[in-house]
């Protein structure tokens, strides 16, 4: 027959645990954190699990890592292979959930934790609550309507920083800002960016910067408000409506750049601008310096081209007109104006013959009308008016005609002037190699080379016997 305590020592010998007035012995960290596993996934195993998720953490691997919470506790929770999970999805910062999963220990980190197997929505959790019901009546009051966002300026000068002072979202800003544009100065308005109360001083800022001269700070063109990432609980403060209307109110066109490419915040549907990240912030703020360069120089560079090809078109047609009209004979020269005033006589004297029959018709009309009504005087006005008539049209075409002749007479005398024929005429002559090229230098010329010399009269031949 066994004792009394025997198969109370069976089952403590069965989880590890020892046998009391065993061989006395200290156990190592990892045999007692062995054996309290052994003992949490025999004594509790599998169970559901209910709380609010709390710094979630999606690593490459595909495994996911977060705490689940309530009022009183929190627990580590990790999920493998997460995405081939049922009710992954339910998985977001804030959310409440109900979990199944494996009681056990972290031995590497002697941490309490569960393995999550699967999960499912049990409601939302406070802070995913409170941020949806502000979401919801900031919308309804147009707080997020695209209408009433601002563009952000092309070239700011100076941009207000709203963020922690000794945080690494400042030093990631003021690394952009240096290193697109140099000539851009960043304003700090430091700040809280969690805890109790640093929504109060976020929104301080955003009001005193907006109203730059009555608090004595520098005028921003822009603002960006962030932090870094980091759990809902982190990032609550932007989520806070004092934070929101101090936005929706400021003046001055704001970025947001709250958390990392995943968090969104109510700030950034209140913003004019909503950046990913507080680096992406300041590359959307301002333009990269070095690419401005490139651009300014490619338009310096279009800009050289179409002046050097107005200048060689310049060039070109002033070299056409100096081989143009006093390169020509007198007579192929006046043959053109010769052409245009016989046209012009011939539609002057058209139109004169034009009129005088026109009158004549109107005159036998006149007569034919008057001699039927007997009007002797009334005949008489109009027979002297068309006299007249008769008489200025003459005289008219009389000074047109004379004109004409004296203005070719006056051409006639400036072409024998300032033509080659008024130099011949004086004693000149040109001289000429055997094609017909002018001669400037006797440097070009050979010895035995013919040449031929215009004179004013004729032509000469000749031939060069020396130089």
């Not at 009022?71 to 493998?80: K, V």
């Not at 699967?118 to 409601?123: L, S």
Request: some cysteine; charged content about 25%.
């Amino acid at each position: 027959m066994n004792p009394p305590n025997q198969p109370h020592e069976e089952h403590r010998a069965k989880l590890g645990l020892g046998v009391p007035g065993g061989a006395p012995g200290a156990l190592s960290v990892t045999q007692l954190l062995r054996r309290m596993k052994n003992l949490l996934e025999i004594q509790i195993g599998e169970v559901w699990v209910e709380g609010e998720v709390s710094n979630l953490r999606k690593q490459a691997s595909g495994h996911w890592y977060f705490s689940l919470k309530d009022e009183g506790a929190q627990i580590s929770c990790a999920m493998f292979g997460a995405r081939r999970r049922e009710g992954a999805d339910a998985l977001v910062d804030g959310a409440k959930v109900k979990v199944f999963a494996e009681a056990s220990v972290y031995e590497a980190r002697g941490q309490l934790q569960i393995i999550v197997q699967k999960a499912e929505r049990a409601g939302a959790g406070d802070l995913q609550a409170r941020f949806e019901a502000l979401k919801r009546k900031l919308q309804a009051e147009g707080l997020f309507d695209a209408e009433r966002k601002r563009p952000i300026p092309g070239f700011p000068k100076t941009i207000g920083l709203v963020t922690s002072g000794s945080g690494a979202a400042l030093q990631d800003m003021l690394n952009v800002l240096t290193r697109r544009a140099p000539w851009v100065q960043p304003v700090l308005f430091p700040v809280r960016v969690q805890g109790k109360g640093a929504e109060i001083e976020i929104a301080r800022a955003i009001r005193q910067l907006g109203e730059p001269e009555k608090f004595g700070h520098p005028r921003c063109d822009v603002i960006i408000v962030g932090r870094g990432g980091g759990s809902i609980e982190d990032l609550w403060n932007f989520n806070e409506e004092i934070v929101a209307r101090a936005i929706a109110a400021c003046p001055i066109p704001i970025i947001s750049a709250v958390g990392h490419e995943i968090d969104f915040t109510i700030a950034d549907f209140v913003a004019d601008l909503r950046a990913p990240t507080p680096s992406a912030a300041a590359e959307l703020a301002v333009a990269d310096g070095a690419e401005l360069m490139e651009k300014l120089s490619h338009l310096r560079r279009r800009l050289e081209r179409h002046v050097i090809e107005r200048l060689h078109r310049a060039r070109m047609a002033l070299d056409s007109l100096k081989r143009g009209a006093l390169q020509r004979g007198g007579e192929r020269l006046l043959r053109e104006p010769t052409m245009r005033l016989d046209h012009l006589r011939g539609r002057l004297l058209a139109a004169m013959e034009s009129n005088l029959q026109s009158l004549a018709a109107r005159l036998t009309h006149a007569r034919t009308a008057h001699r039927a009504h007997h009007p002797a005087r009334v005949l008489q006005r109009r027979i002297d008016h068309v006299a007249q008539l008769r008489a200025r049209f003459h005289r008219a075409g009389g000074r047109v005609v004379s004109d004409r002749s004296e203005r070719l007479k006056h051409l006639a005398g400036l072409l024998r002037a300032l033509g080659p024929e008024s130099a011949f005429q004086r004693g000149f002559s040109i001289t000429m190699d055997e094609h017909g090229k002018i001669l400037r230098s006797v440097s070009g010329i050979q010895p035995g080379a013919k040449i031929h010399t215009r004179l004013a009269d004729g032509h000469l031949a000749s031939r060069v016997i020396e130089e």
